[in-house]
């Protein structure tokens, strides 16, 4: 199903009701819907409530991609998500040799420090939004 949204200043968008179990056309389908709702606002000028709005659902639709990006976009996403959510890092980095993932996840996140929460969200959705049309173009 879909529902519609307003976004604030722009037309209204038909958005996806998200579910669990989607095959590939139904995947396609969510992200050209989350396209739209980036095509009809100006991601750079919305309000602080449809940024929000906006920034979930790239968390959502993220999940849509039928190919799995490389590491390094990933530690990407995770160090946009982290800033946009938290803030500058909060947490000890790993020192254990070992735990290399966790280290990087670190780095990742740390090396947007002082970036602002909003500008880390665009940042976000505007990555989510590359990805998605490299995937739906593969």
């Known amino acids: 199903g879909i529902r519609d949204y307003k976004v604030t200043g722009v037309q209204t968008c038909a958005l996806p009701i998200l579910t669990n179990e989607l095959s590939y056309n139904e995947k396609n389908n969510k992200k050209c819907k ?26 959502k639709n993220i999940k849509y991609l039928n190919n799995t990006p490389d590491n390094d976009k990933l530690l990407m996403l995770y160090g946009l998500y982290k800033q946009s959510t938290i803030g500058n890092c909060n947490e000890k980095k790993s020192t254990s040799f070992f735990d290399l993932k966790s280290s990087k996840k670190w780095d990742a996140w740390n090396n947007l420090k002082d970036l602002d929460q909003n500008k880390a969200k665009i940042s976000y959705i505007n990555f989510v939004k590359n990805l998605i049309i490299d995937d739906l173009n593969n």
Do not use: K, M, R
């Not at 989350?34 to 968390?59: G, H, K, P, S």
């Open 34 to 59: 989350y396209l739209d709702v980036l095509n009809c606002c100006n991601i750079d000028t919305i309000d602080d409530t449809d940024l929000n709005f906006v920034f979930n659902l790239a968390c």
